[in-house]
């Protein structure tokens, strides 16, 4: 599998592509997940039109075990975030099989 862009190779691509300086590139890249970060904390959730929601889920406690020694443990509740692709960006990159 291909490795994926360094955040110094999306900046620069994006700098070139927008005809903006790397500083100012930087600074709204810092931004945006600044202010993905504070949305999420907030309302539990911050959508990026075209390319997906980040949500935050609560799971249950449940019981797991441990896979060194097979011993049950209790695994406890917890927030976790997860990030939604959406559909159009999804079958942009993965188009859907043709039904038969």
């Known amino acids: ?3 994926g862009m360094t955040k110094s190779e999306v900046i620069k ?3 070139e592509k927008t005809d ?3 500083k100012t ?3 709204f890249m810092d931004n945006l997940v600044a202010l993905v970060v504070k949305e999420a904390k907030r309302s539990g959730e911050f959508l990026i039109p075209g390319l ?3 949500v935050k ?3 249950k406690a449940r019981m797991g075990r441990n896979p060194a020694t097979g011993e ?3 695994i406890p509740a917890k927030t976790v975030v997860k990030f939604r692709l959406a559909k159009a960006f999804k079958d942009s990159v993965v ?3 043709a039904k038969k």
């Open 1 to 3: 599998m291909a490795k």
């Open 13 to 15: 691509t994006l700098a």
């Open 52 to 54: 997906g929601k980040a």
């Open 20 to 22: 903006v300086d790397r």
């Open 95 to 97: 188009p859907p099989k």
């Open 25 to 27: 590139t930087i600074r």
């Open 72 to 74: 049950t443990i209790k």
């Open 57 to 59: 889920a609560n799971r």
